[in-house]
């Protein structure tokens, strides 16, 4: 899956300090390295607590020896990287507590006939200062595409 970003809910903590400072965020990468990538500190607070996570990751573990009991949402956004001929496909969702995975009801399904696929983006390079007309061919795709390079909205 390739995240663009994340947030995680706190309820209210009846105790101080806070019990979910410490909990962690911990992703494995494409090749089955699995790593520490943040860890709530004393900025985080009950309520939506917003973390700059980016990237591609085949797994994400939200966790700690205390406090999971105060996580009461966790939003992932972004897409599930496809290298698949199949036109639809149906992926489980299960949740890790303290024993055994649990499986949340539903599954999220793929389905090539209703997503974007861009077949190809020209020219392949540009000037540096700008200007040139890029075209992107595909199938459906919106005619109110945003296209952002280097952070800048084209």
Not at 72 to 85: L, P
Request: with cysteine; net charge negative.
């Amino acid at each position: 899956m390739k995240i663009s970003k994340m947030r995680v809910f706190f309820s209210d903590p009846t105790t101080s300090p806070a019990p979910f400072i410490g909990l962690t965020i911990k992703t494995t990468s494409l090749t089955g390295t699995n790593s520490t990538f943040f860890t709530f500190n004393e900025s985080a607070h009950s309520g939506w607590n917003y973390v700059e996570l980016s990237g591609t990751f085949t797994g994400i573990e939200v966790g700690g020896t205390t406090g999971c009991n105060h996580i009461t949402e966790i939003e992932i956004t972004g897409d599930v990287v496809k290298n698949s001929s199949l036109t639809t496909e149906a992926c489980s969702i299960s949740v890790q507590g303290t024993g055994a995975a649990v499986a949340v009801t539903g599954t999220i399904t793929y389905k090539s006939d209703i997503s974007s696929v861009i077949t190809s983006i020209s020219p392949n390079f540009g000037s540096a200062y700008g200007g040139d007309t890029i075209t992107i061919t595909g199938t459906g795709l919106s005619t109110s595409l945003e296209l952002i390079i280097g952070g800048n909205l084209c």
